[in-house]
Each structure stands twice: as C-alpha cells, then as structure tokens.
T-cell receptor, first 109, second 113 residues
Framework: GQNIDQPTEMTATEGAIVQINCTYQ??????LFWYQQHAGEAPTFLSY????GLEEKGRFSSFLSRSKGYSYLLLKELQMKDSASYLC??????????FGSGTRLLVRP | NAGVTQTPKFQVLKTGQSMTLQCAQD?????MSWYRQDPGMGLRLIHY???????DQGEVPNGYNVSRSTTEDFPLRLLSAAPSQTSVYFC????????????FGNGTRLTVT
C-alpha cells in the first residue's frame, strides 16, 4: 500500500536544531517533497529529493534514503517563525502524490 | 504575479445547496488539482487535470465535479452539499514535470450545516 508516517507534534527551542523524520511506503517511488504550512495558510514548497543524500537550502536540509524508505527535514538555527506544520509527501511512478498528516512544530523562546 | 487565486475564502452552506469554488492560475501551468484537508489527515486529492479539456478523478471524487475549459481556470462544483464535505479546500497547480512542486492557493474554508 501507500503510506506516510511522521510524528504528529514536536517542540524545540529557538536557536536549536530539529530533525523531522518521515518514513514512507510507496510503490514505484519517484521522489519526495517537503512542504511547510503555517496555521490557516496554504502549504509552500521547501525541498525535493529523488536520489539518496542530503540537499541543503539555507537553514533547511532534506535527506533521503531510498533503500530504507526514509527521509528527514533538518531545520537549523530555529526561529519563532518556523512554528508550522511540515508535510512529507511522496510521489509514485504514476506521479500520484501521497501526503503525510504533517508534523506540527512548536518553537519556544 | 498572483500565482494561484482561490475564491471564496470562507463559505457556509446548508445541506443540499450547491456551489462552485473558483480557482485560477496565471503561471501557464498544465497541471491543476483540488485537495481537501481535514484535521489529522493528509491532503486528499479530489480531482485533477493535466491540461485544458482533460480531467480525472482523484482519491475522493464523490459529490464533486470539475471542468477545465481553459488552462487558467479549474472550478470545483459541489453538487448537493453534505456535512461530510465540511473541510478546507486547496487548489494547486504545477508545470507537471516529475520534480515540479505544487503551488497552492490560499484555501477555502467550507462549512456545511
């Protein structure tokens, strides 16, 4: 079947580093996206991985291991504005997107 | 540069009423889609379109219709609203290539009483 698992909630401190994990079961896996969604707003694109390894984009990095069906989003130097939900989304061979339920991150001062 | 524009932002319907959620994009994207987002669940695909004149069903199409007469517009019609359709609806578009991210509209919060 198609499934995405990610933690429901996480809490971290301003200035710290947090890692949000995601495991997926996707037949014909064809890439993984991370989106950020602030409360009451639309999701916005953060990163895309299709090959194993780490993609770095400023304070945000995303990692993929295809053999393990595993990805993580790493947020460094956390800021209060990073409080949001983070959606892990896999894509299958027919380009269908499978959305996780999202991880709600609370950044505390 | 408007991106994806959705209207209305909020809507309250009575059971049995019909309405159309509007979606327009100005990025010349071929791919457009409608999702609903419910608490504790991932976004679920309702309908999608890979180009003008082409539409297809997603994961949860029942109770909804779509059409794609132009590249820019992709309206979603609720035929006879039910309380189970209370949700937040997002329209999204992309270029359609394998690594193209979705661009989302700001959402429509629909309540059916």
């Amino acid at each position: 079947g198609q499934n995405i698992d990610q933690p429901t909630e996480m809490t971290a401190t301003e200035g710290a580093i947090v890692q949000i994990n995601c495991t997926y079961q996707t037949s014909g896996f064809n890439g993984l996206f991370w989106y950020q969604q602030h409360a009451g707003e639309a999701p916005t694109f953060l990163s895309y991985n299709v090959l194993d390894g780490l993609e770095e984009k400023g304070r945000f990095s995303s990692f993929l291991s295809r053999s393990k069906g595993y990805s993580y989003l790493l947020l460094k130097e956390l800021q209060m504005k990073d409080s949001a939900s983070y959606l892990c989304v896999s894509r299958d061979s027919s380009y269908k997107l499978i959305f996780g339920s999202g991880t709600r991150l609370l950044v505390r001062p | 540069n408007a991106g994806v524009t959705q209207t209305p932002k909020f809507q309250v319907l009575k059971t049995g009423q019909s309405m159309t959620l509007q979606c327009a994009q100005d990025m010349n994207h071929e791919y457009m889609s409608w999702y609903r987002q419910d608490p504790g669940m991932g976004l679920r695909l309702i309908h999608y379109s890979v180009g003008a004149g082409i539409t297809d069903q997603g994961e949860v199409p029942n109770g909804y219709n779509v059409s794609r007469s132009t590249t820019e517009d992709f309206p979603l019609r609720l035929l006879s609203a039910a309380p189970s359709q209370t949700s937040v609806y997002f329209c999204a578009s992309s270029y359609g290539e394998y690594n193209s991210p979705l661009h989302f509209g700001n959402g429509t919060r629909l309540t059916v009483t």
